[in-house]
């Protein structure tokens, strides 16, 4: 009886490896525990193969589950996606490979992309005295930003002197005052935000203080105009019928 059991044993074995099929995924670079290392403007190429045997053999990718389109040539068995180039948004996006007709039979690739803090120019800010001042850099980076310093001509900004107020939240920095006065806000700005693995990346701004002009409320000064003409223009006709009436 063992015997034939183990016979029959042999005959479902290469019907069941006939069934089975395998995906994974080559790329350049090579991923480590399945994360791809690349940098910002760099070539990410990934391949996917199935191996084994199976009735569909259509391959889909997919990106941070949105599907990619792919041309009819590469679709089958083997696949091909290039990111190029690589940029900021990338950084964290999972690529996955799988059969079209069972999804379970996939495999996955994320990317860990470094980048500096997107900083650079200058930008002229102008301001009339007694507005507020609202700077504002974007310091995102990875690795993440170590720290994060604004100076004002040169010199670190005093916050007690000038009334700032220096925020940040981990995607922006932002120097604020309520109120400026151009003896102590108006000059050059530099914010400048440093990380590991890169240059420290600064942006200028060039604030310029006008005196305060009077502003007007343009539409209730019209109305008030069209009132009074108005009122101006009835006053007249009455009176015209009055004298008109006297005359006859």
């Avoid at 679709?75 to 091909?80: A, F, G, L, N």
């Avoid at 690529?95 to 996939?106: D, E, G, P, R, V």
């Amino acid at each position: 009886m063992k015997l034939m059991i183990s016979i029959a044993l042999l005959f479902l074995l290469p019907s069941c490896a006939s069934q089975t099929s395998v995906v994974y995924i080559e790329s350049s670079p090579e991923p480590l525990d399945g994360v791809i290392q690349t940098k910002t403007k760099e070539t990410v190429s990934l391949v996917c193969i199935l191996t084994g045997t199976h009735e569909d053999k259509e391959l889909v990718w997919l990106r941070n589950d949105a599907m990619i389109k792919l041309n009819d040539g590469n679709k089958e068995t083997r696949s091909s996606v290039c990111i190029e180039p690589v940029i900021q948004k990338d950084d964290g996006a999972t690529f996955t490979c799988q059969l079209k007709s069972n999804s379970s039979h996939s495999a996955s690739v994320t990317l860990n992309v470094t980048y500096s803090a997107d900083l650079s120019g200058s930008e002229k800010v102008t301001l009339e005295e007694e507005e507020s001042l609202d700077l504002q850099c974007d310091m995102r980076a990875n690795p993440l930003a170590t720290s994060v310093t604004w100076q004002l001509n040169g010199t670190l900004v005093d916050l007690s002197t000038g009334g700032f107020i220096i925020t940040n939240d981990g995607i922006n920095t932002k120097l604020y005052a309520k109120k400026v006065d151009r003896s102590l806000h108006e000059g050059s700005y530099q914010c400048t935000v440093t990380s590991p693995s890169h240059e420290p990346r600064s942006k200028t701004f060039q604030v310029t203080v006008t005196d305060k002009t009077i502003k007007f409320p343009l539409m209730p000064t019209i109305a008030g105009v069209v009132v009074v003409a108005l009122t101006t223009l009835l006053a007249i006709v009455s009176r015209w019928r009055v004298i008109a009436k006297c005359c006859k």
